[in-house]
C-alpha cells in the first residue's frame, strides 16, 4: 500500500499540503488566550436590604438563599457574604464539566423557591442570578480632569454612552462599572419639619406610591359607532426634581403641603459609599470579560476600536486609561514562545544537517516540521482547544519529536543505498516494507503516553489534556508525513554517494567536509568510548554496578523532588500590582480616601509605575466598607523596566511600614485569572459547633499566630475583624403597645430616615433608575440626631421615637462569611518564597498543625489552593 506514495510523488504532497492547508484554516480560526479557561463554572447570587446589618442579612436573606441552592446539580461548593451595607452575595461553585448556563437555570430554580421567605424589600429591589463570567480581559478607566465632572456625572455618562455600545460587541461577556454612583432620585427627608406638620415617613412612601404611577385609562371610542378613537393618556411617573417636589401630602380648605415643604430633592446617586480616581482626577472603572471559547485578542481590539468611537464624543477633560490589558501580557507572552518554536526548528535543523551531513537528506525531516506542527492546528479547532501557552509548548516540544520518524527513514534508505540498491527508489521501496510497521508501533506507544491524559477530570485535567493531546496529534501527523511524503521524497532527493576521488568539490565544500571530518573523528572516539563502557557493565560481575547507580540516581531523584518547590502555576510579572487598606474598624470614608491617596503618592518616585488608580469604600478581599481601600498600580511594559512586579511590591512594603493608622497588603496580580487575587494559599476556616462568633475568631487567631512562626510563611493573614463599633437596639415593647404603636412602626421608621428605602423608579435618558427615601445627611450623623425623629402614636400625636428604645455601645463584624453552610473566616496565607519555599510547603504546613485545632472548628481550602490540593501538588 505504501509503494503507492513512493511511485505518485504528487500524491504524497497533496496530502501534506492538505494537512497543511487545514492547519492555516484552523489557525486562522483559533481563539487565542494566556491558558486556557480552567476557572470552574461559577453561578452568583446578589440581593440587597437596605439599612440591615450583617447579622440580619445573614438571617434573613442569605440562610434562606442558600438552604434552596444547597446541592444543586454539579455543585462543589458555595460561599456567601453579608455586609453591614445590607448585601448580600452567594457565589456557587460547579464541576468543571457542568454546562455554565445550565447551572445558572438551576440555580435560578432554587432561588425562586426562595422568595418567599426573603423581606418583601429585598424581594422589591430583586434578587440577581447571573453567571460568573472569567476574570476581566480588560479594564479600562474613565476619568475627567474637567473640575465641573465629578463621579456621579462621569459614571452615568459611561453607564448611558460607553457601556451599552460594548456589550454589543461579539465575545463580551459582560461589561460592568465599578461604582455606586448611578443616578437615583433622592428624597432628603426633614424629620424636625415632618414632625411639625405630623407627617410620618410611612405617609410619605405611600403617598410617594400613590403619585409615581404608571397608568392605562383606555381608550375613548372602541366598539361604538364614533368616527374617531381617542386613546387617553396619563403623565405617568414624575420625571423631574420639581415634579417630585410637587407631589401633595396634605390638602386641607384650600392649603396644600407639598413634598418640597419637608424635604430637599435631587438627582443624586444611588449609593455614596464609594469614591475612585485615575492618576488623581475623578474616575470609574469599566471591567469587561470575555464569553467561553471567543478570542481574547480580537475582543480586546474590537472593544478599543469600539472606544476610540465612541472617545470622539466625549465631553471636555475626558480621558481612557487601560489599568489592566491582557493583550500586553498575552501578546509577549506568545511571542516569546513563538520565538522559541522558531529557535528550535532552527537548533534541530542544525542538528539534524550535522549528523546527516547532506542538505538534501536534511531537507527531508526539515519539511516534516511544519506539515506536522502546522496540521496539529486543524485537530486543535476540532478539539475546541484555543492557541495558549500549554499547545504552543507542546508544539515547541513536538519539534524535537516529530523529525524523529523522518529521520529513520532518511537514515534507512541511506543504509539501503550503501548496500547496493541500484536507485533511491528502489532503496525507499525496500525500506518502507522493513520498517513501515516500526514506525507505526513507535507512533502508537508514544501517542499513547500523552493521550490517556486527555481522561483526567478537574481543573489539572483542562492544563493535561490541551498538552498531551496537543503533543500526541504532532506525533501523529509526523507519523503520517513519514509513511507518505519522507519516502516519496527519499526516491527524489537521495543518490548513492559516488565516491571521493571521482567527485571534485569546491573549496566550499571541502571547509565543509573538513568540518564534518572532524566532527565524526571526534563522536567516532566518544561512541567507541561509549561501546567499552557498556562492555565493560555488560559482564556480569560488573552488573552489580548499573544497578547501584540505578539506585543512587533514584535516590537523588526522589530527594530532588522533596526540595523544589511545588506549585499549581509559577507565579509571572503580570505587569500589576494591587495594595489593599485596612484601617481601624469604624473609620470614616473621608479618612480612608485620605489614607488611599497618600498611599498614592507613595509611588510618584518610582519610574517604573505608568498609572494609579484609587478606590476608597472597597476592599477586594473583605468587600465594601468605608475602613477599607484598594490602590491599583499599572507598571510600564516589561521592556521598559529593569526592575520585577516583586520588586515594586517589596518597594511599596518598605514605604508603608512607615505610615500608622492602617494595614495594608500588597501583592501582584495573580498568573491564573478567575481564581482570586492574592497569590498564596487561600482557606476558610469553619465553625461547626454554631457557637459565638467571638470564640471562633480567637481560635482562628490562635491557629494564624502559629502558622506565622513557621520558616515557610512569609504571612498569615484574615481580614475578618469582630470588633467594628456599633450600636444595639433594644425596643421597650410593653411602652410601644402601651402608645398603640407595632414593632414595625417603629423600625420601619429608622429603616426609612437612616437605612434608606427604595419606593419606585423613575425613567430618566432611556433608562430606569431608582426613588429613594432617606433622611439629610445632616439628620443622622449622630445619635442625638434620633431626637428628631417622631412617630404618630394611637392618639394622633407626634412622640419622639427615642421614647421607645435604649442605645448601647457593642462591637461586631463588617462581614459575615459562611462556606458550605458554616460560619467561616477567609485566611490568606503568604509563602516564604526568598526562603525557596511555595505554596506546596505551606500546604503540608498547614495539615500538620491543623492537628491541634479545637474540637468542631476545622477548615477547607478555596480557590486555586483547592485546585492545586486536588490536582495532587
Not at 463621579?151 to 451599552?164: A, C, K, S
Not at 410620618?200 to 410617594?208: G, Y
Not at 396619563?234 to 407639598?258: A, C, D, M, Q, W
Not at 493535561?464 to 501527523?477: D, E, H, N, V
Given at each position: 500500500?505504501?509503494?503507492i ?10 496530502i501534506?499540503?492538505l494537512i497543511?492547508v ?11 488566550e494566556?491558558?486556557?479557561n480552567?476557572?470552574?463554572p ?6 440587597n436590604y437596605s ?13 434562606p438563599l442558600?438552604?434552596?441552592?444547597n ?9 456567601s ?5 445590607g ?11 457542568v ?9 435560578q ?8 421567605l426573603?423581606p ?7 434578587v ?12 479600562i478607566?474613565?476619568s475627567?480632569?474637567?473640575?465641573e ?5 462621569i ?12 456589550k454589543?460587541?461579539?465575545g463580551?461577556g ?9 443616578y437615583s432620585?433622592?428624597?432628603w427627608?426633614k424629620?424636625d419639619?415632618?414632625a ?6 410611612q405617609?410619605?412612601?405611600?403617598l410617594?406610591?400613590?403619585?409615581n404611577?404608571?397608568?392605562?385609562p ?6 361604538s ?7 387617553l393618556?396619563?403623565?405617568g411617573r414624575l ?8 407631589i401633595v ?7 396644600i403641603?407639598?413634598l418640597?415643604d419637608v424635604?430637599?430633592v ?23 470579560s470575555q ?6 485578542q480580537?475582543?480586546i ?6 472606544l476610540n468611537d465612541?472617545s ?5 477633560g ?9 493583550n500586553?501580557f498575552?501578546?509577549?507572552s506568545?511571542?516569546k514562545v ?5 529557535e528550535?526548528?532552527?537548533l534541530?535543523?542544525?542538528?539534524v544537517l550535522?549528523f546527516?551531513q ?7 525531516p526539515?519539511i516534516a ?12 479547532q476540532l478539539?475546541g ?12 516540544l513536538a519539534?524535537g ?18 548496500k547496493g540498491?541500484?536507485n533511491?527508489k528502489?532503496a ?6 522493513e ?9 502508537l ?6 493521550i490517556?491524559?486527555s ?5 489539572s ?6 498538552f ?6 504532532a506525533i ?16 527524489l532527493?537521495?543518490?548513492p ?10 573549496a566550499?565544500?571541502n571547509?565543509i567536509?573538513r568540518?564534518f ?5 571526534y563522536?567516532?572516539k566518544?561512541?567507541?568510548q ?6 565493560f557493565l555488560?559482564k556480569?560481575?560488573?552488573?552489580w ?8 540516581f533514584?535516590l537523588?531523584?526522589?530527594g ?5 518547590p ?5 507565579q509571572?510579572?503580570s505587569?500589576?500590582v ?6 481601624p474598624?469604624?473609620?470614616?470614608l473621608?479618612r480612608?480616601?485620605s489614607?488611599v ?15 494609579v488608580a484609587?478606590i ?13 481601600g ?9 521592556g521598559?523596566?529593569?526592575r520585577t512586579?516583586s520588586?515594586i ?7 508603608t511600614d512607615?505610615?500608622i ?5 500588597i501583592?501582584s ?7 482570586g487575587l ?7 476556616m469553619?465553625?461547626k459547633t ?10 482562628t487567631q490562635k491557629?494564624?499566630?502559629e502558622l506565622?512562626?513557621?520558616?515557610e ?8 475583624n ?6 444595639q ?8 403597645m402601651e ?5 414595625n ?5 429608622l ?7 427604595y419606593t419606585?423608579?423613575?425613567t430618566l435618558?432611556?433608562?430606569s ?9 445632616e ?11 417622631y412617630v404618630?402614636?394611637?392618639?394622633g ?6 421614647e421607645y428604645f ?7 463584624p ?5 462556606y458550605?453552610l458554616?460560619t467561616?473566616?477567609?485566611?490568606t496565607?503568604?509563602?516564604n ?29 478555596s ?11
Amino acid at each position: 500500500m505504501l509503494k503507492i506514495f513512493i511511485e505518485r510523488p504528487v500524491l504524497s504532497t497533496v496530502i501534506s499540503i492538505l494537512i497543511v492547508v487545514l492547519g492555516i484554516l484552523g489557525l486562522s480560526t483559533l481563539p487565542v488566550e494566556q491558558y486556557p479557561n480552567i476557572a470552574p463554572p461559577t453561578v452568583r447570587v446578589w440581593a440587597n436590604y437596605s439599612g440591615a446589618n450583617a447579622d440580619v442579612v445573614m438571617n434573613s436573606v442569605v440562610i434562606p438563599l442558600e438552604e434552596q441552592i444547597n446541592g444543586v446539580e454539579g455543585m462543589t461548593y458555595m460561599t456567601s457574604t453579608a455586609s453591614n451595607s445590607g448585601s448580600a452575595s452567594i457565589t456557587i461553585y460547579f464541576e468543571q464539566e457542568v454546562d455554565p448556563d445550565m447551572a445558572t437555570v438551576n440555580v435560578q430554580n432554587r432561588v425562586n423557591q426562595a422568595t418567599s421567605l426573603l423581606p418583601a424589600e429585598v424581594t422589591m429591589a430583586g434578587v440577581t442570578v447571573q453567571k460568573q463570567q472569567t476574570d476581566n480581559v480588560l479594564r479600562i478607566s474613565v476619568s475627567s480632569t474637567n473640575p465641573e465632572h465629578d463621579q456621579q456625572f462621569i459614571q452615568n455618562y459611561v453607564d448611558i454612552n460607553v457601556l451599552p455600545q460594548i456589550k454589543r460587541i461579539s465575545g463580551v461577556g459582560d461589561a460592568s462599572v465599578m461604582g455606586a454612583r448611578t443616578y437615583s432620585m433622592r428624597i432628603w427627608l426633614k424629620p424636625d419639619v415632618m414632625a411639625s406638620y405630623g407627617i410620618t415617613p410611612q405617609e410619605v412612601r405611600q403617598l410617594l406610591s400613590d403619585q409615581n404611577v404608571e397608568a392605562a385609562p383606555g381608550e375613548l371610542g372602541q366598539n361604538s359607532d364614533q368616527t374617531f378613537q381617542y386613546p387617553l393618556k396619563y403623565t405617568g411617573r414624575l420625571k423631574t426634581v420639581e415634579e417630585f417636589g410637587n407631589i401633595v401630602l396634605r390638602s386641607s380648605n384650600g392649603h396644600i403641603l407639598r413634598l418640597s415643604d419637608v424635604a430637599d430633592v435631587e438627582l443624586g446617586s444611588m449609593n455614596y459609599s464609594v469614591l475612585s480616581t485615575t492618576d488623581g482626577a475623578p474616575a470609574v472603572s469599566i471591567s469587561v470579560s470575555q464569553t467561553s471559547n471567543s478570542n481574547a485578542q480580537e475582543l480586546i481590539n474590537r472593544v478599543k476600536t469600539e472606544l476610540n468611537d465612541v472617545s470622539k464624543n466625549f465631553p471636555p477633560g475626558f480621558k481612557l486609561t487601560y489599568m489592566s490589558d491582557a493583550n500586553e501580557f498575552l501578546d509577549a507572552s506568545i511571542h516569546k514562545v513563538v520565538t522559541t518554536l522558531l529557535e528550535a526548528f532552527v537548533l534541530v535543523f542544525l542538528v539534524v544537517l550535522i549528523f546527516l551531513q547532506s542538505f538534501r537528506s536534511t531537507l527531508i525531516p526539515a519539511i516534516a516540521i511544519p506539515v506536522a506542527i502546522i496540521g496539529s492546528f486543524f485537530v486543535l479547532q476540532l478539539l475546541g482547544f484555543s492557541i495558549n501557552l500549554l499547545t504552543l509548548f507542546a508544539l515547541v516540544l513536538a519539534i524535537g519529536i516529530v523529525v524523529d520518524d523522518a529521520i529513520v527513514v532518511v537514515e534507512a534508505v541511506h543504509a539501503q543505498l550503501e548496500k547496493g540498491a541500484k536507485n533511491a527508489k528502489e532503496a525507499t521501496i525496500e525500506t518502507m516494507k522493513e520498517i513501515a510497521p516500526a514506525i507505526v508501533s513507535i507512533t502508537l506507544v508514544m501517542a499513547s503516553v500523552f493521550i490517556p491524559v486527555s481522561f483526567i477530570g478537574g481543573t489539572s485535567g483542562v492544563f493535561y489534556k490541551q498538552f498531551g493531546l496537543t503533543l500526541a496529534t504532532a506525533i501523529i501527523i509526523s507519523a503520517i508525513n513519514a509513511l507518505t511524503l519522507s519516502p516519496a521524497l527519499s526516491a527524489l532527493f537521495l543518490r548513492p554517494e559516488p565516491p571521493e576521488s571521482q567527485t571534485a568539490r569546491p573549496a566550499k565544500n571541502n571547509l565543509i567536509k573538513r568540518f564534518f571530518k572532524f566532527f565524526n573523528t571526534y563522536f567516532d572516539k566518544l561512541t567507541v568510548q561509549y561501546e567499552k563502557t557498556l562492555r565493560f557493565l555488560g559482564k556480569k560481575k560488573h552488573r552489580w554496578i548499573t544497578v547501584a547507580m540505578i539506585v543512587v540516581f533514584s535516590l537523588i531523584l526522589f530527594g530532588l523532588m522533596r526540595l523544589i518547590p511545588t506549585g499549581f502555576v509559577p507565579q509571572e510579572d503580570s505587569g500589576e500590582v494591587i495594595l489593599m487598606i485596612t484601617l481601624p474598624p469604624g473609620s470614616s470614608l473621608e479618612r480612608s480616601d485620605s489614607i488611599v491617596h497618600q498611599v498614592a503618592s507613595l509611588s510618584e518616585s518610582i519610574p517604573e509605575v505608568q498609572n494609579v488608580a484609587t478606590i476608597s469604600g472597597i476592599n477586594f478581599m473583605s468587600g465594601l466598607g468605608s475602613s477599607y481601600g484598594t490602590v491599583m498600580y499599572k507598571l510600564t511594559p516589561w521592556g521598559e523596566r529593569k526592575r520585577t512586579a516583586s520588586d515594586i511590591v517589596s518597594v511599596l512594603k518598605q514605604r508603608t511600614d512607615s505610615l500608622i493608622g492602617a494595614e495594608f497588603m500588597i501583592f501582584s496580580a495573580p498568573t491564573l485569572r478567575g481564581f482570586g487575587l492574592a497569590s498564596g494559599v487561600d482557606l476558610k476556616m469553619q465553625d461547626k459547633t454554631g457557637g459565638n462568633i467571638t470564640d471562633f475568631y480567637a481560635v482562628t487567631q490562635k491557629f494564624l499566630q502559629e502558622l506565622q512562626q513557621q520558616d515557610e510563611i512569609l504571612m498569615a493573614s484574615t481580614t475578618f475583624n469582630p470588633n467594628f463599633p456599633q450600636k444595639q437596639l433594644d425596643v421597650n415593647v410593653p411602652k410601644v403597645m402601651e402608645a398603640g404603636l407595632s414593632m414595625n412602626d417603629v423600625l420601619s421608621t429608622l429603616q426609612i430616615y437612616i437605612g434608606s428605602l427604595y419606593t419606585s423608579n423613575i425613567t430618566l435618558f432611556g433608562k430606569s433608575y431608582r426613588v429613594i427615601l432617606q433622611t439629610s445627611p445632616e439628620y443622622r450623623s449622630k445619635m442625638d440626631d434620633l431626637n428628631s425623629y417622631y412617630v404618630r402614636t394611637a392618639s394622633g400625636e407626634m412622640s419622639p421615637i427615642t421614647e421607645y428604645f435604649t442605645v448601647t455601645d457593642v462591637t461586631g463584624p463588617q462581614t459575615i462569611s459562611r462556606y458550605n453552610l458554616y460560619t467561616s473566616m477567609d485566611v490568606t496565607i503568604i509563602p516564604n518564597t526568598a526562603g525557596g519555599y511555595s505554596t506546596g510547603d505551606v500546604i503540608n504546613k498547614v495539615n500538620e498543625l491543623s492537628e491541634g485545632l479545637a474540637e468542631g472548628y476545622t477548615y477547607e481550602y478555596s480557590g486555586m489552593t483547592r485546585e492545586e490540593v486536588q490536582s495532587g501538588n
